[in-house]
């Protein structure tokens, strides 16, 4: 399952930072993931608790940020948030849009101990 190993490298992350900042626990992760990142949300909270299990974030809450697709049209110039990839420009109704966030997968937020 892809979204075991997104959390191995969210884990890794976390260790890293762990290293980094001479922290040993984790209670909260803040994780900000886009509708096109390809993750699906259900998958992946299961895949945090069997993975964080016997690490320093095991026991950890995982919030989840769902953050939305935003795109700028190349024809109009308009720069809306659009709810999927090949949605077209809410202004002039181009399919030509360039997608500038959406895709993101990132730790925003580490609560630790
Ligand atoms: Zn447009």
Redesign the pocket.
Known sequence: MHEMSICESILDLIKEQARAQDFSGVRRISLEIGPLAGVEIEALKFGFDVVMRNSLAEGAALDIIETEVRAT?L??G?EASIEERFDP?P??G?HNLKVTSGDELRIKELEVN
């Open positions: 049209c024809d109009c308009t420009c202004n002039c181009s």
